[in-house]
Structures are given as structure tokens and as C-alpha cells.
């Protein structure tokens, strides 16, 4: 495995020519915004080298008590069609431990 790390940061932070956007931070989709997820969102707002692409809860409309910040991503009900549409480098999956597999497989 030490040994893919390499290649993996190298194209990570590496231009590739036919690339059509420039990729400077790591683009992180939220699954669950439950206390751990809530908690895991607010602190990814807050590092430079990630960047909140959307945000995925069963009940992302009629959720309410979010912070105001969060009404700049995306919501998305459903994880494939949030994945499609967001292309993320990282997805923060915070589901119970019973759901959590299904997302990650």
C-alpha cells in the first residue's frame, strides 16, 4: 500500500495537461448530518484544503437547524445521484454503523 501512496499524492498535486479545471483543494461530499456528521461538516468548513461539494441527507428539505452556511452546497437525497453529480476526491460517510457499509462498498 506505501507504495500506491506516491503515485495517489502525485496526481493529486500534479497538473495533468488534459485536465479542463485546476484541482486545488480535496472536493468532499457529506453523507449524514447527524451529530458526527454535523460536527465532521463544520470542521471540513474550516480547513483550506477541502472544499464542500454537497451535502447528502434523506431529509435534506425539510431539514432544518443546519448551519446558514450550509445553504451554499448542494443537498442531495440520493447518494448516487449526488456522487454522479459531484464528483468528490472524498466522501465523508456518517451514517450508523448498519447503513455506513452500503455507502462505502
Request: charged share 20%; net charge neutral; glycine share 10%.
Amino acid at each position: 500500500m506505501s507504495a500506491l501512496a506516491p503515485a495517489v499524492w502525485r496526481s493529486r498535486n500534479v497538473a495533468d495537461p488534459g485536465e479542463d479545471r485546476k484541482r486545488d483543494n480535496i472536493r468532499l461530499l457529506v453523507v449524514g448530518l447527524g451529530n458526527m456528521g454535523l460536527s465532521r461538516a463544520l470542521a471540513y468548513q474550516k480547513l483550506d484544503s477541502f472544499e464542500i461539494v454537497g451535502l447528502v441527507v434523506c431529509g435534506i428539505n425539510g431539514r432544518t437547524g443546519l448551519p446558514d452556511s450550509f445553504g451554499n452546497y448542494p443537498g442531495y437525497t440520493d447518494f448516487d445521484v449526488a456522487l454522479s453529480a459531484t464528483r468528490p476526491d472524498v466522501v465523508s460517510i456518517n451514517t450508523w454503523p448498519d447503513t455506513c457499509a452500503g455507502f462505502a462498498i
